[in-house]
Structure formats: structure tokens, C-alpha cells
């Protein structure tokens, strides 16, 4: 049985906006593309993804580890409303070509998103109020990376992709329901596969994300870089059907940066970190047209909301895969 797949991409999922001077979170989402997503297509052609996520929490857990149910504020102690509800519909724009570089094929693509509410907006407004607006709708911030080369070998993929996102979702300093960050964020992505059997049935998964932002507009608030660790197997049972475990964590590795002491209710110098698992089922109706199902719950947390993911992913590729 050949097994050839077709990976896609790295996407701003959660593209969220906050309110003046609250803590920020990263674009990254990890966790919510397929497990083989993360691998270099080594076809030429346009390729196509839309990743449908929905995210979903209740607790906030903070910089100590525990789930938090009120702080204090200058008027006193503020009740949490942790009951937060978010989906994001990113569509991926993909081209692979037959240009070479440093022996690895090339790769660029684009991934606007459309969002309700967001995980950091609704950060941001506990930090400020206690409580989220979940109910804002719109475009979120684009990614676009310019820069993806991929290596193949009979038993391995290996990948390295450059891009940035782009603050082009709505934004307000002063108002809780934005869906972009208001600022720009680098990235760098460096991925590896390794398969078990010469069919590539079975595959490890193992990616390293890490993001660098710039100033928010109208705070003067630049948050601290994000790293991201993510690992998985994946196992075909047949040509149509896949199943498989996946996991990650994310860390926030530098504190956010301030013009002054800031009066943030909720862990106003922790750097927040997240850890989760889950599993995955994929079945291609077509040898062209593949669709996933995944389940991701966040175990372990600090300095952030908890939740679950649930995502429904979409793959078009130009050529069949079996």
C-alpha cells in the first residue's frame, strides 16, 4: 500500500484582539492541524485546506496552577465569567512548486481566518473586567508564510518554514469583542517525520514553533516570545482510513513588556503555558479529498484559560494520493 500525503500548514487560528495593557497570548495555535499536516507537499500544484476549530473553557488557571474563581480589583473582588466559547474557520491557500532550493522542495502559502470571539480577547477582558464578550464576529489576522523547503527521504520529512502574521483583523485598544492582536508576530517552524514501514502507514511527529512579536497598537504592550512543542503518531489502517495520538505544549518564554507597573487582576507578571493531548481519525472520500476529526483537551495550564478543541479539517490536493 502507497501512502503519499499531503502536508499543509501552520495557521493563526486564534487571532484575538485585547484591550489596553491586558496580558497577551501568541497567534499559534498548536494542536489543531492534522497530525501529517506539518510536512512539505511533495507534489508540485495548488493545494487547498480549510481547518474548522471550535475551543471551548471554563476555568482559568493561574500562574500557580490553580483554578481561579474571583480576584481583586480597586473596587473589590471581581467574580469570574470563564464560560468561553470560540470558533474559527481558517481557509489555506497553498502552492508547492517545482523549484529547488538547497536540495528541499519549495512551498508558500496564505491563511486568512474568520473567528468568533477569540482565547486571547477573552483573556484580555478578564484581566480588565472578570468577564468576556464572546460575541464578536469578523476577519482575524493572515498569515502568510513566503518561506517553506522540505526535504524527503524514504523513511523521512523533514521541514523548515519562515513566515509572519499580518494584524489585519479588527481591532480596538478600548473595546473587548476584537478579533485580530493588533500587532505583527514572526515565525519559525521547523518539523520532522519519521516512518515506521517503507509504505509510510505509520509516522512519529515531532514540531518545534516559535513566535516573536511586535508592539500592540495604542498600548505600548509587546508580548513576550512564544515557543510551541508538538508530537504525534499516526497509523493507516487501510488507503482510506487513519487514526492517531497527538499532544503539545506551548510556553511563553520571555514576559510581556510594559511602559509602566500595570494593575492586572489576574497574574500581571506570569508567563503562561498550556499542555494538552488528544486524538485523531481522518478518512479520504476521495483519493483527492480528506477529512479529519479532532479532539484535543488542555490537561495542565498556568496564567491562561483551559479548555478543549474540537476541529473538522478539510484537504484538497491536485493530484490523487492513492
Known sequence: M????????????????????????GHYAPGVVSIRDLAVPP?????????????????YIDGDGNKRLNFESEGGEVKLDTDVDVLAIAPVFLWSTEKKILGANYAFYVAPNIGKSSVSAQLSVLDQEG???????????TFVQPIWLGWQGERYDVALGAGAYLPSGKYDAEDGDSIGLGFWTGQLQTSAYWYLDEARAAALEFAVTYEFHGEQEDTDVTPGDHVSVEYGYSQYLSQRIEVGISGYSQWQVE????????????????????????????????????????????YEGRARLQGDWVALNFIWTPVPVF
Open 2 to 25: 502507497k501512502i503519499s500525503l499531503a502536508g499543509i500548514i501552520t495557521i493563526a487560528l486564534i487571532c484575538n484582539g485585547a484591550i489596553s495593557q491586558a496580558r497577551e497570548m
Open 43 to 59: 507534489v508540485p500544484g495548488f493545494f487547498y485546506a480549510q481547518y474548522n476549530a471550535y475551543y471551548s473553557a471554563d476555568r
Open 131 to 141: 468577564s468576556g464578550d464572546n460575541d464578536a464576529i469578523g476577519i482575524g489576522d
Open 255 to 298: 514576559k510581556d513588556e510594559r511602559p509602566t507597573i500595570t494593575d492586572l487582576g489576574l497574574d500581571p507578571n506570569a508567563k503562561g503555558e498550556v499542555h494538552a493531548f488528544g486524538v485523531e481519525a481522518a478518512y479520504w472520500f476521495t483519493p483527492q479529498f480528506n477529512v479529519s476529526l479532532r479532539y484535543i483537551k488542555e
